[in-house]
């Protein structure tokens, strides 16, 4: 058994989740995930430890038991309902070397840096400055990182800090919850990048990759949505799609136009867009375009041909790269992850719709 494994045997887990005075702790992340993170962050008793997003507090008091009585733990939120609930909660289990504070996790805690491993339980927009300059030389962060600037296209990666430079060390599966600068009032609704969206009949949004060449008014957003929604060409992909490889690959493309929508609740889609076509498929292997002979379409088939010629490869397979933006997002590192295969990239031939070639725009 890991470290974790034996220190979670000690912890009552439901004590935090379903707390009897505070109730249960919406969006749970799986303790099984929970326990990967924490494994692949290699905890080690005496290190000073942080975690952004506090949720139920129960990463946290794993966290507690693994640094053991001479290290210290930080819990971050932006939310001072779980705050305050996890500090009660911690100081009843009699764990006294965790200290949660309400906070914005993407700019750090510098008052007790600098920290030895680092752990997110919220998506960023990119790497923040701040947790690199905060982070112990040779320390270790996990945390889920964007690998394309529409919502749900994360995976956790595992970053070492040597001489203040980080460096992508592993990448795996998952994702979780946008970091926001305030509590979300919808936990449906993605926390970041939703450039559309609309409430009745029913909720729907959409996010485009090429929103800053849109207007204002967000009208490229708004007219792809509704051709998605109205009167849409509907067909099946033919096969089951595993969304973690698919929305990997997507990401890798790079490919300006990408779009991801959600049209129906708990059913999101990953495809192509411009101010004149849309085209996406679904979780449920369901394509959706704004016609049958969308150019849209006619991209995305091209997009899945080449996913399924690659064997379809899990997102641990890829090359991560780390990217330093300036400002931008308030400075930090992007991730970008390549496949070593000829369409990536470059141009994407689809064979079911011969004659139709997507490449840069």
């Not at 966290?63 to 996890?86: E, R």
């Not at 009699?94 to 007790?112: L, Q, S």
């Not at 101010?275 to 995305?300: C, E, F, Y």
Request: charged content about 20%; overall charge negative; aromatic content about 6%.
């Amino acid at each position: 058994m890991t470290a974790v494994t034996d220190v979670a045997a000690t912890i009552p887990d439901r004590r935090y989740t379903h707390h009897e005075g505070r109730g249960a702790t919406p969006h749970r992340s799986n303790p099984a995930v929970i326990h990967r993170e924490l494994t692949t962050l290699d905890v080690q008793p005496g290190h000073r430890a942080a975690e952004f997003g506090t949720g139920s507090g129960y990463s946290g008091a794993l966290l507690a038991q693994l640094v053991g009585p001479t290290g210290t733990v930080t819990s971050l939120d932006i939310d001072s309902y779980l705050v305050k609930w996890a500090n009660l909660i911690h100081h009843e289990q009699g764990a006294v070397n965790i200290r949660c504070h309400v906070a914005d996790g993407t700019a750090g805690f510098p008052e007790r840096a600098p920290y030895d491993r680092i752990v997110a339980w919220c998506t960023p927009p990119l790497l923040p400055q701040a947790w690199v300059d905060q982070a112990a030389d040779e320390a270790l962060i996990v945390a889920p990182l964007p690998i394309a600037s529409v919502p749900g296209m994360t995976v956790v990666a595992k970053i070492r800090v040597s001489g203040g430079e980080p460096a992508v060390e592993q990448v795996l599966t998952g994702g979780y919850t946008e970091a926001t600068a305030s509590p979300k009032a919808d936990l449906d609704l993605p926390g970041r990048w939703v450039d559309w969206e609309t409430r009745v009949p029913g909720a729907s949004w959409v996010s485009i990759a090429w929103r800053r060449e849109d207007d204002y008014l967000h009208t490229g957003a708004r007219t792809v949505l509704a051709r998605l929604l109205k009167d849409a060409h509907c067909e099946p992909y033919g096969a089951e799609i595993d969304w973690p490889s698919w929305r990997t690959f997507a990401a890798a493309l790079a490919d300006p136009q990408l779009t991801m929508a959600g049209l129906s609740p708990d059913l999101w889609s990953i495809g192509h867009s411009t101010p004149t076509t849309a085209a996406v498929v679904q979780q449920d292997g369901t394509i959706v375009a704004d016609s049958p002979n969308s150019r849209s379409l006619g991209i995305l088939q091209g997009w899945l041909d080449a996913w399924e010629t690659a064997g379809r490869p899990a997102p641990e397979t890829y090359r991560p790269a780390l990217v330093h933006c300036g400002g931008e997002e308030g400075g930090g590192w992007r991730l970008h992850l390549q496949q070593a295969l000829p369409a990536v990239g470059q141009y994407v031939l689809s064979t079911r719709r011969p004659g139709v070639v997507s490449g840069p725009s």
